[in-house]
T-cell receptor
Framework: EAGVAQSPRYKIIEKRQSVAFWCNPI?????LYWYQQILGQGPKLLIQ????????DSQLPKDRFSAERLKGVDSTLKIQPAKLEDSAVYLC???????????FGPGTRLLVL | SQQGEEDPQALSIQEGENATMNCSYK?????LQWYRQNSGRGLVHLIL?????REKHSGRLRVTLDTSKKSSSLLITASRAADTASYFC?????????FGAGTTVTVRA
């Protein structure tokens, strides 16, 4: 069974530019999560989808971050415009449903200069 | 906010020794999970213990949960160099996981 796929793996941008990350969850997993992990910290949940509906986006900085999961499968996370403090690893995870084990992708390492 | 807090922040042990790390949390939970993260990689799920369980084993891993003290421990027995990683506890409520800052474990050959 294929795992969670993410791309790109690395991205370097200038501040105020925009960037987008893509995630393909494990087939059949209804729940999809985006996390931000700053160096030396644990992952922080940005947004959680159940199929194509948003369950929780309370920690998503909505003035600059947006995410969508239009067909209930793949998801994209966008930052526009990026700030220096957005430098982090962005992790995507999926699970069959909530309350279950989450399966993580390899992450996208973002550096904002 | 991150609910779980791991202790210690860092741990260095000799290969073959046991490694123990602890996690404390503040609010009630449905389950508590432990994840491992190797440098530059995503997180890998290790073990899930439900709030009505007290102990769980998986291979060389042993997890305990004391809901009265709001704490959990992860024991890795007979450590190997490949166990070098960061270990995170994550507390689960109805639909969400909250991760701690992690314990960095270094296993010396």
């Amino acid at each position: 069974e294929a795992g969670v796929a993410q791309s790109p793996r690395y991205k370097i941008i200038e501040k105020r530019q925009s960037v987008a990350f893509w995630c393909n969850p494990i087939s059949g997993h209804a729940t999809l999560y985006w996390y931000q992990q700053i160096l030396g910290q644990g992952p922080k949940l940005l947004i959680q989808f159940q199929n194509n509906g948003v369950v929780d986006d309370s920690q998503l900085p909505k003035d600059r971050f947006s995410a969508e999961r239009l067909k209930g499968v793949d998801s994209t996370l966008k930052i526009q415009p990026a700030k220096l403090e957005d430098s982090a690893v962005y992790l995507c995870a999926s699970s069959p449903s909530t309350k279950e084990t989450q399966y993580f992708g390899p992450g996208t390492r973002l550096l904002v200069l | 906010s991150q609910q779980g807090e791991e202790d210690p922040q860092a741990l260095s042990i000799q290969e073959g020794e046991n490694a123990t790390m602890n996690c404390s949390y503040k609010t009630s939970i449905n389950n508590l999970q432990w994840y491992r993260q190797n440098s530059g990689r995503g997180l890998v799920h290790l073990i899930l213990i439900r709030s009505n369980e007290r102990e769980k084993h998986s291979g060389r891993l042993r997890v305990t949960l004391d809901t009265s003290k709001k704490s959990s421990s992860l024991l890795i027995t007979a450590s190997r160099a490949a166990d070098t990683a960061s270990y995170f506890c994550a507390t689960g409520n109805d639909y969400k996981l909250s991760f701690g800052a992690g314990t960095t474990v270094t296993v010396r050959a």
